[in-house]
């Protein structure tokens, strides 16, 4: 702390020493050798610089670089853009902020006299919606069957009806709607779902031939049973395994992990192999963008899942949980990878990345639900679920009879949870484990 | 650092003498944000390491940073160089990260090692196990400061940037960073003197 008597707080940092002159540099060491407060301090700042420096060599990792660019892309393609662009533009001067603040409540205060006086109370029922990027758009109008009939339970919706949000509708031959700002003609579909919230439609089976109009700039995505399909602006043709673009750009992701499959271009297609569990780009002759590499891991649910995407993440998860413990892991996978495209509350992503690693503890790949309690403990590691991610994993090995990494994960949990729920049984565990 | 020094490089040479690469990154061609993002993300990863202290939320925050640039590039007027630019991108991501971000109850876990991973049987070094807990007190500690005076002193202690620099970094005068780094210093000495690991240290030299 700077208190009395002490010097400037630039003179007595380390890292300007270089910098300072010779009298100054004098002036710094006979003051700290002086002063204890002030030498604690240097200590503190000093050590603290030091020591980041050490993690840091640790921690930034050049091979992770092509990892974070392409969950860049795949973010930016999602229209999470939109919400990080004012962090780039710098702050207006405080007194045009006023002004213009100023301005805009006096409009909004008029404005609210206005609409008061003239219209009355407003309706409970609106007709926008809020999007994923918080742009509120007038979407429902546009949410409409052109041609075609939809089954909506037992109503039969015809030409020019709206299409309801979250409701599974069952088409009894082709059909065309305008979802957003895109338009969708369909053959052979079982069933189509729509969340204007995400503005993902969900196609179960069929062929579609979509159009997204490029103006809005804003995404579009098709859920398939493997994979999704997102846009920006774009003529695509997509059934459940292939996906051709007429023109624009497509992103094809990875229906669970929303891992980037594809980028393709116009005249290119893509192609899932869940048999081959391999994956094939089919990429015309002209340079274009990246297609995937034959042979690379599939990570989709893979086909005949149940239409998802549309319920809460919440609702999705108790589901999941529940066909677990019904012992049916693939239906469940299913709502779980649902429930990840759905959800951006972190809460909720931990949570599924657990249920992933109950589902494969429950088709018995031990290894694979270690990994994935480990990947929660580390990712959420502010949520209490990574205590019981970090746990879970340790009793995995524990009961596995692996000693030495059962040993070091019960001993991480103990260092990190001094009292936490499973102290007892960690130590238990623990004291069987050192017993000769 | 030398790999630090030579993304810097390759980002002065992309930035300063070819720009019909940054035209290029403004129509947004893949290719060249690529090369400029690559050329940056070096040193800004090690900026947001060095704000977010240890785990895993760096990497996230260098994502969203990249996002933030891509959608502004179009309006990035070359005013000043492509890495001050990213740098003010990467220190408002970190700001508005913490502001909403809850404090972290428990230190991070990012050196438990993978189950998989080949097993070193020699135990960590003491000295490494110690250090890795007063950083994880001290920012702790830090987690526990006003946003903006946090960052204000991890830039001017940590990261070692000029108050004109971190000024230029935060858009706010050079006054109110001196104020920002004189409270965050005064916060960090008082939580610092009450946390036996910290006090410690700060009894003698580290090693």
Redesign the interface.
């Given at each position: 702390?700077?208190h009395a008597g002490c010097l400037p707080?630039?003179l007595l940092?380390d890292?300007r020493s270089p910098e300072l002159s010779v009298s100054e540099r004098s002036r710094v060491q006979q003051h700290l050798a002086g002063c204890e407060r002030c030498r604690?301090?240097h200590?503190?700042?000093?050590?603290?610089?030091?020591?980041?420096d050490?993690?840091?060599e640790s921690?930034?990792v050049?091979a992770?670089?092509d990892r974070?660019?392409a969950?860049?892309?795949s973010?930016?393609a999602r229209g999470?853009?939109?919400a990080?662009?004012a962090?780039?533009?710098?702050?207006q001067p405080r007194v045009l902020t006023f002004a213009l603040g100023g301005a805009l409540a006096c409009a909004a205060v008029a404005l609210i006299f206005v609409f008061a006086g003239v219209r009355g109370p407003k309706p409970i029922a609106s007709s926008s919606s809020k999007t994923s990027t918080g742009a509120t758009v007038a979407s429902q109008q546009r949410d409409q069957l052109i041609h075609g009939e939809l089954r909506d339970g037992v109503e039969i919706l015809k030409g020019g009806a709206a299409i309801p949000e979250g409701r599974e509708l069952g088409p009894a031959g082709p059909f065309v709607v305008e979802l957003a700002h895109a338009r969708l003609e369909v053959a052979q579909a079982k069933s189509l779902s729509w969340s204007a919230r995400t503005r993902v439609a969900t196609l179960l089976e069929g062929v579609a031939v979509v159009e997204v109009d490029p103006a809005l700039r804003r995404s579009f995505g098709v859920l398939t049973a493997n994979f999704l399909v997102n846009v920006l602006g774009t003529q695509f043709r997509v059934d459940q395994d292939t996906v051709t673009v007429s023109r624009g750009r497509v992103q094809v992701l990875a229906r669970d992990s929303l891992q980037l499959l594809a980028e393709l271009g116009p005249g290119q297609s893509f192609t899932y192999q869940a048999k081959a569990a391999a994956l094939e780009a089919v990429v015309p002759e002209s340079p274009g963008?990246k297609g995937v590499e034959p042979g690379e891991e599939v990570k989709g649910t893979g086909p005949g899942g149940e239409v998802k995407g549309t319920l809460p993440a919440s609702e999705l998860l108790a589901r999941a949980r529940r066909q677990l413990s019904g012992g049916q892991p693939k239906q469940a996978r299913a709502d779980i990878a649902a429930a990840l495209l759905v959800t951006s509350n972190r809460g909720e992503q931990a949570v599924a990345h657990m249920l992933i690693g109950d589902c494969a503890l429950v088709e018995g790949n031990a290894?694979e639900a270690?990994?994935k309690y480990?990947e929660v403990?580390?990712?959420f590691?502010?949520l209490a679920v990574?205590?019981t991610a970090?746990f879970s994993?340790a009793r995995i090995?524990s009961n596995s009879g692996?000693k030495?990494?059962a040993r070091?994960?019960l001993q991480?949990y103990l260092l990190?949870?001094p009292a936490g729920q499973f102290r007892k049984d960690a130590d238990e565990r623990l004291r069987v484990l050192e017993a000769p | 650092m030398a790999?630090e020094l030579v993304g810097l490089a390759r980002l002065s040479r992309t930035a300063e003498l070819n720009s019909e690469a940054i035209d290029a990154c403004r129509r947004g061609e893949?290719q060249a944000l690529?090369d400029v993002?690559?050329a940056a993300?070096?040193a800004l990863?090690?900026l947001l390491?060095?704000l977010a202290?240890?785990?895993?939320d760096?990497?996230d925050l260098?994502?969203?940073?990249?996002?933030?640039?891509?959608?502004?590039f179009p309006?990035?007027r070359g005013e000043a160089s492509i890495e001050h630019?990213l740098a003010?991108?990467a220190t408002?991501?970190a700001y508005?990260h913490f502001r909403h971000?809850?404090p972290?109850?428990?230190?991070?876990?990012?050196l438990?090692?993978?189950?998989?991973e080949p097993?070193d049987e020699k135990p960590l070094p003491e000295r490494a196990a110690i250090?890795?807990q007063?950083?994880e007190r001290?920012y702790h500690h830090l987690g526990r400061i006003r946003p903006k005076n946090r960052i204000a002193f991890l830039l001017?202690?940590?990261e070692?940037r000029s108050?004109e620099e971190i000024a230029a970094l935060m858009?706010a005068s050079t006054m109110a960073v001196?104020s920002r780094?004189?409270l965050a210093?005064?916060q960090?000495?008082?939580h610092?003197?009450k946390d036996p690991v910290?006090s410690e240290?700060?009894?003698?030299?580290?090693p």
């Open positions: 702390m700077i707080t630039e940092l890292r604690r301090e200590r503190l700042v000093l050590a603290l610089s030091a020591l980041t050490q993690r840091i921690q930034v050049p992770a670089y974070i660019l969950e860049a892309r973010r930016y999470e853009a939109s990080g662009a962090l780039a533009e710098s702050r963008p290894r270690v990994k480990l403990s580390r990712r590691s502010d990574a205590e970090l994993a090995e692996r030495p990494a070091e994960l991480s990190r949870y | 790999l893949r690529d993002f690559r993300m070096p990863h090690r390491v060095r202290g240890p785990g895993p760096a990497d260098l994502a969203t940073t990249l996002v933030a640039a891509m959608e502004a309006r990035f630019w003010c991108i408002r991501v508005r971000a809850k972290r109850r428990h230190a991070s876990l990012e438990l090692r993978e189950v998989s097993k250090n890795r007063r950083l001290a001017f202690s940590v070692g108050i858009d001196k780094i004189f210093r005064r960090l000495m008082t610092a003197s910290l240290m700060m009894a003698r030299d580290i």
